[in-house]
C-alpha cells in the first residue's frame, strides 16, 4: 500500500514562493502517475498538475507551478513561484497505478497580499 504526506505548505506574501514535497512509501512508486491537486474552501478539488505518461498544468497555474519526481526518494515536488490569494487551498498529493488511487493528508498554503 502506498503511503503519501505531504510538506512545505505555509504562509506567504503574494508574489512569494513555495515547494511543496510529497513524500511516498510503498511498491511500485515509479510505476505510478503522480499529480497534485487542491481545494479551496467552497470550491471543488481541481487538479494542477500531474506527471507520468504525460505532463498536465491547469491554466491557472502554468509558467508558474512546476511538479517534478525523485524517483529514487519516493518524492514528488511542486516548486509555486508567483504565488496569487487564489492559490490559497489545502494542497493533496495523489498517485494512481492501475486501479489504485492514493491521497496525502494535505497541506495548506495561505497566500495574503
Known amino acids: 500500500q502506498v503511503r503519501l504526506v505531504e510538506s512545505g505548505g505555509g504562509s506567504v506574501q503574494a508574489g512569494g514562493s513555495l515547494r511543496l514535497s510529497c513524500a511516498a512509501s510503498?511498491?511500485?512508486?515509479?510505476?505510478?502517475?503522480v499529480a497534485w491537486f487542491r481545494q479551496a474552501p467552497g470550491k471543488e478539488r481541481e487538479v494542477v498538475a500531474q506527471?507520468?505518461?504525460?505532463?498536465f498544468y491547469s491554466d491557472s497555474v502554468k509558467g508558474r507551478f512546476t511538479i517534478s519526481r525523485d524517483n529514487l526518494k519516493n518524492t514528488v515536488y511542486l516548486q509555486m513561484n508567483s504565488l496569487n490569494a487564489e492559490d490559497t487551498a489545502v494542497y493533496y498529493c495523489?498517485?494512481?497505478?492501475?486501479?489504485?488511487?492514493?491521497w496525502g493528508q494535505g497541506t495548506l498554503v495561505t497566500v495574503s497580499s
Open positions: 495523489h498517485a494512481r497505478v492501475a486501479s489504485r488511487t492514493h
Open positions: 510503498g511498491p511500485h512508486f515509479s510505476l505510478h502517475t
Open positions: 506527471s507520468g505518461l504525460n505532463t
